[in-house]
């Protein structure tokens, strides 16, 4: 583990920092990534730019803070600053930010599987470097997910906004000293008060169900899941249906074979190109539909970001 040095927040609480490279296998298309972690960002807990990816967590009783850049490219690797984080926690905060950023795939494998397949090989030559971005905490998955549910990506974000300000506890920013907001626990949500969350009836008692389905252990929060009993699981719950499921299953459980094939810019590139068969690189489904979502925006001349 690198040497931490000292460093002091804006509220002079020293702090430690923490500076790790992240070395990945390329070629490495870091800026679709940011991107789409820009289009989805938490308020006030996450931060994102063209450049660098920013974000405040909550572990093992800490409030801490990454920051993730891509300063090394040639040298095939991403800096990763950690801030306020229990040393114990450090190897797991690590292995989370590069399950994030999917630095541990091996972009040869994709390509071969990609190889020869109509419109995908073409994609896949086009976009080599493409990766799948995942989310820090699946709990904040599942309900952002059901939140953004038939609204648009910005309305989406106020409601997320009003859910954390009026559930969430508030706390000072490791690094700011400005106070924030963390995103609201199972435990808090289960019978939260979600009056000033401007979403159905249907949804305020979807998030409550799975909260108290979360509090009380009953949905698989930390390590990998079987993927068929993961989805029946996900299908089972109030407000996910068959996209939600791998369009969270994909994010938040880090399935490379999730394919949300309901979801509207991929049926229109299957519409487009049916002699595509997007079986055909299983089990790497999820790097077909970022390839396909990046084709999409482009074709309609939209940010890549609007899309996924």
Request: positive net charge; charged residues 25%.
């Amino acid at each position: 583990m690198p040497r931490p040095v000292r460093r002091k927040t804006r509220n002079t609480k020293p702090e430690t920092t923490i500076v790790l490279q992240l070395k990945y296998l390329p070629p490495f298309d870091g800026e679709t990534l940011l991107s789409i972690f820009r289009a989805h960002q938490l308020p006030e807990l996450e931060s994102v730019t063209s450049h660098h990816y920013e974000r405040v967590f909550h572990r093992d009783g800490r409030i801490g803070y990454f920051r993730v850049s891509h300063d090394h490219p040639k040298q095939n690797a991403l800096t990763l600053k950690i801030v306020g984080a229990a040393r114990n926690s450090v190897p797991a905060i690590e292995q989370r930010v590069r399950r994030m950023f999917d630095l541990d795939v091996n972009p040869g494998v994709i390509a071969e599987h990609m190889a020869g397949q109509p419109h995908l090989g073409d994609l896949w030559k086009r976009y080599p470097g493409l990766r799948v971005a995942r989310t820090w905490d699946r709990f904040e998955t599942l309900i952002t997910t059901i939140l953004g549910q038939v609204v648009s990506v910005s309305f989406g974000r106020i409601l997320i906004r009003e859910l954390m300000r009026s559930n969430g506890e508030r706390v000072k920013h490791p690094v700011t000293g400005q106070e924030i907001c963390l995103f609201p626990t199972p435990q808090v949500l289960r019978n939260a008060d979600l009056s000033a969350v401007r979403t159905s009836e249907m949804r305020r008692t979807a998030i409550r169900t799975i909260a108290a389905l979360a509090a009380d252990g009953g949905l698989p929060l930390v390590g990998q899941p079987v993927p068929k009993e993961l989805r029946r699981t996900l299908l089972s719950l109030p407000g996910v249906g068959a996209w939600s499921a791998e369009y969270v299953t994909m994010r938040a459980f880090d399935d490379s074979d999730a394919f949300p094939a309901t979801d509207y810019g991929l049926k229109q590139e299957i519409k487009r190109y049916p002699e595509m068969n997007v079986n055909k690189v299983r089990p790497w489904r999820a790097y077909a539909a970022a390839a396909l979502w990046k084709h999409y925006a482009e074709t309609k001349g939209i940010p890549d970001e609007s899309d996924v």
